[in-house]
Structure formats: structure tokens, C-alpha cells
């Protein structure tokens, strides 16, 4: 294997790594988002603090059934 060999197989490496860590980053604030719905906390108020689209916050964590 030659050095451009293994800066090709590092930035893969790497790349993987910080998928793993957006996707695990991405699940912990998708519950954090249902968890504020359960209890009151409404999409144009979560949107403002995530900076997402408050669309995109409905779609995540929509309207409890029990509401």
C-alpha cells in the first residue's frame, strides 16, 4: 500500500467515524424533541432553539395522541 493509499483509507476512516457520531447526535435530539412534546413544549418554540424549521419539528415529534 502506498502513502496515497493510506490517506485514502484514513479520511475513510475518518468519515465514518463522524457518521456515526451525526447519527447518534441526530437520535439524541429526535428523542429530546419527543420528549418536549410530551410535555407541552410546542414545535415553534423547539424550532427556535434547534434553529430547524418547525415543520421539520412536527415531523419529528408530532402531536401526541392523548392531546
Known amino acids: ?5 493510506e490517506r ?28 418536549g412534546r ?3 413544549k410546542g414545535p415553534s418554540h423547539m424550532a427556535k432553539l434547534t434553529g430547524f424549521t418547525r415543520e421539520w419539528v412536527a415531523r419529528i415529534a408530532p402531536r401526541s395522541q392523548s392531546d
Open 8 to 35: 485514502i483509507q484514513a479520511a475513510a476512516e475518518k468519515r465514518a467515524q463522524a457518521e456515526r457520531a451525526f447519527t447518534e447526535a441526530d437520535a439524541k435530539l429526535r428523542a429530546l424533541l419527543v420528549e
Open 1 to 5: 500500500m502506498d502513502e496515497l493509499d
Open 38 to 40: 410530551a410535555v407541552g
